[in-house]
């Protein structure tokens, strides 16, 4: 069976991938598609010398790095890893450490966002 997941997006400020990556992984978990894992996907980069999250458009376009991350919650495994720019060997490695632990937190948004579709509200 193949599912094809087409996202569009109509408004963007920067890290269309990751969003697309953690918003498709959502939206197959919540129609019932039975999958191995979540994805949750984040942007990390960096900007005036310092490591960001989230990177904003013009963190993006005018920073000195970009690299967005996807990992799968439970296996841990990197499902995406892109970077644009340049990061030192220790940079590069906080921001691994910085996207698995901004990854984990969307997983528990995923989680809850699924959660609370089908909890019962009186």
Not at 6 to 15: D, G, H, T, Y
Request: proline residues 2%; contains cysteine.
């Amino acid at each position: 069976t193949v599912v094809d997941v087409f996202i569009e997006v109509l408004e963007a400020n920067a890290s269309t991938r990751v969003v697309g990556l953690t918003s498709a992984s959502l939206a197959l978990a919540d129609a019932g598609i039975p999958m191995k894992d979540m994805v949750a996907a984040v942007s990390v980069g960096k900007a005036q010398g310092e490591l960001l999250l989230d990177l904003s458009k013009e963190e993006d376009n005018y920073g000195e790095a970009d690299v967005p991350i996807a990992i799968t919650h439970r296996t841990k495994e990197i499902a995406l890893l892109q970077m644009d720019g340049l990061l030192s060997r220790d940079e590069f490695e906080k921001a691994i450490v910085m996207a698995k632990d901004a990854c984990e937190k969307i997983h528990e948004l995923q989680v809850k966002a699924i959660k609370n579709k089908y909890e019962i509200h009186n």
